[in-house]
């Protein structure tokens, strides 16, 4: 095992490939820097197994911080994109890959780390000392009768590209804007763990281009809040992914009013979210069982810390979608 650089890119794109399914073209590899090297809260730390000059396995975490209601910041990373080569599965790799990731950072301080993983790749993670913290509620709100029983019968994983829409405007115009520095300063205080957003950090994340993240705003005015989505194809149906809502002092009003825009304007099919109440004046339902499973581990002090429960973290579609 080493730390994984640069000049591993193109191995590490096949890898990702022969594991993953990954295409090793030059839209990934911009994905891949995207995610990995321009994140504001630092570059990914990245390390990889190799037989002799070969790369077979490859391990990294995307960094993230939260904010807490306690004022003090949580360094935190999450685990994404592990790939052993197929030749080299069942000889543990991927265990002492991410145990030796762990322990670099427990060196640098970071509090925990995080993800969501698949029903595949859960139990090995529980096996290494992960809890499952529980189910991320997940709600929809479809737009019309005809799309409610196109988005019944989209039962598949929604794709990764996004679909092209004329809803709203394109997200990093809306981004750049100085009045968006005006609504981060109004937020409500965290009631839990929340992303730690900057400006710079919103840009970041729904910055890259073939992703084609669109937001609507109330009043035309950022600071009176704002919403970010994309579309995605999932089966027959097309989908909005709600990714982010922002408003001002936490206003439940401006937060409905942006999710009915979304719905009326995105022209998807549906509309889904993660959080909220089960029922809504936005039109928006709790879909039972469904949603992302949240796992965490603790890093800077693995003994005697208790998970934090599942109400105790604020999480948005756009926290967890990509990651």
């Known amino acids: 095992m080493r730390p994984s650089s640069r000049a591993d890119r193109d191995a590490v794109l096949q890898l990702l490939s022969a594991s993953l399914g990954w295409v090793p073209d030059d839209l990934f590899d911009a994905f891949f820097s995207w995610k990995h090297e321009q994140n504001p809260f630092g570059p990914s730390p990245a ?19 939260f904010d807490h209601p306690d004022g003090r910041p949580r360094r935190a990373v999450r685990a994404v994109d592990t790939a052993t080569h197929p030749d080299h599965q069942g000889r543990g790799i991927f265990r002492r890959l991410t145990m030796h990731g762990v322990d670099a950072m427990r060196a640098e301080g970071v509090d925990m780390v995080f993800n969501t993983p698949n029903t595949q790749s859960r139990p090995g993670y529980l096996r290494m000392g992960w809890s499952e913290i529980g189910r991320l509620p997940a709600s929809v709100r479809p737009t019309s009768p005809a799309a409610a029983v196109r ?126 109440p089960p029922l809504d004046g936005a039109g928006f339902v709790r879909l039972p069982g469904q949603g992302p499973v949240l796992t965490w581990r603790p890093v800077a002090e693995p003994d005697g810390t208790t998970p934090p429960a599942l109400g105790d973290w604020q999480l948005a579609l756009g926290d967890v979608e990509l990651f």
């Open 151 to 276: 988005m019944l019968r989209a039962r598949v994983p929604a794709e990764r590209w996004s679909l092209p829409s004329d809803g709203g405007v394109p997200a990093p115009e809306v981004l750049a804007r100085p009045e968006v520095a005006t609504l981060l300063r109004s937020l409500d205080l965290p009631h839990g763990l929340r992303t730690r957003r900057s400006q710079d950090s919103l840009r970041w994340r729904y910055g890259f281009e073939p992703l084609r993240y669109r937001a609507v705003t109330l009043a035309e005015d950022p600071a009176q809040g704002l919403a970010v989505f994309r579309l995605r194809r999932r089966g027959p149906a097309v989908e909005a992914a709600l990714c982010e809502v922002l408003v001002p002092g936490g206003d439940a009003t401006a937060a409905r009013a942006l999710g009915r825009a979304v719905a009326r304007t995105s022209g998807a099919d549906y509309v889904i979210r993660l959080g909220g």
């Open 47 to 65: 390390w990889v197994a190799v037989d002799g000059d070969r790369v077979v396995g490859f391990r990294t975490f995307v960094r993230w911080e």
